[in-house]
């Protein structure tokens, strides 16, 4: 069975440049989440959707962060404008509910340079 | 404020050793502590995972001990081996809530 994929695995980009990065859960599951993880650092959450809604976004800095999951399955993490601090890696994960002890299984992630 | 504090931040044991991680909450109210690890280039794997009713849980070499009314848990790696050598994440969750993670202990075993 295939895991979560997530692309592009390195992005490289010049301050107030817009980037999106794309993650395809495994198959079946409704629930995606999207987190940061800095350097040294656990994962923070930034959003979570239930199938294509967004049902925990308090995280996601919506001045510049945007997430969209359209039809439940796919979805993408944009940053327009990136600055030098957005600098992390972005790790997509995947469960097939959110009932308490469902695992999450995480994807290799993007790893974001902001210059 | 950190709800999940991990120590320690890096550790170095020998090969055939006992590695030792440890985790304190705040939250009383969390029902449910994992254990990833994360090696580089990667994301995290599930390890083990705990429930509160329990003290201990065993995996093989791995085996989490949970305190309750210290309000911490430790992952214990019996017979540590190189391939170990990793980032370990613990971390805990309220019913359906997010998880929230500690800051990672940095494992390296030597031989």
């Known amino acids: 069975e295939a895991g979560v994929v997530q692309s592009p695995r390195y992005k490289i980009i010049e301050k107030k440049q817009p980037v999106a990065f794309w993650c395809n859960p495994i198959?079946?599951?409704?629930?995606l989440y999207w987190y940061l993880q800095n350097l040294g650092q656990g994962p923070e959450l930034l959003i979570r959707?239930?199938?294509?809604?967004?049902?925990?976004d308090s995280q996601l800095p919506k001045d510049r962060f945007s997430a969209e999951r359209l039809k439940g399955v796919d979805s993408t993490l944009k940053i327009q404008p990136a600055e030098l601090g957005d600098s992390a890696v972005y790790l997509c994960a995947s469960a097939p509910g959110t009932a308490g002890d469902n695992e999450q299984f995480f994807g290799p992630g993007t790893r974001l340079t902001v210059l | 404020q950190q709800q999940v504090k991990q120590s320690p931040q890096s550790l170095i044991v020998q090969k055939g050793g006992i590695s030792i991680i440890n985790c304190a909450y705040e939250?009383?109210?969390?029902?449910?502590f994992p254990w990833y690890q994360q090696f580089p280039g990667k994301g995290p794997a599930l390890l083990i995972a705990i429930r509160p009713d329990v003290s201990e849980k065993k995996e093989g070499r791995f085996t989490i001990s949970f305190n309750k009314s210290a309000k911490q848990f430790s992952l214990h790696i019996m017979d540590s081996q190189p391939g170990d050598s990793a980032t370990y994440f613990c971390?805990?969750?309220?019913?359906?809530?997010?998880?929230?993670f500690g800051k990672g202990t940095r494992l390296s075993v030597i031989a």
């Open positions: 959707y239930e199938n294509e809604e967004a049902v925990d």
């Open positions: 971390a805990a969750r309220r019913g359906n809530t997010p998880l929230v």
């Open positions: 939250n009383t109210a969390f029902d449910y």
């Open positions: 198959s079946g599951h409704n629930t």
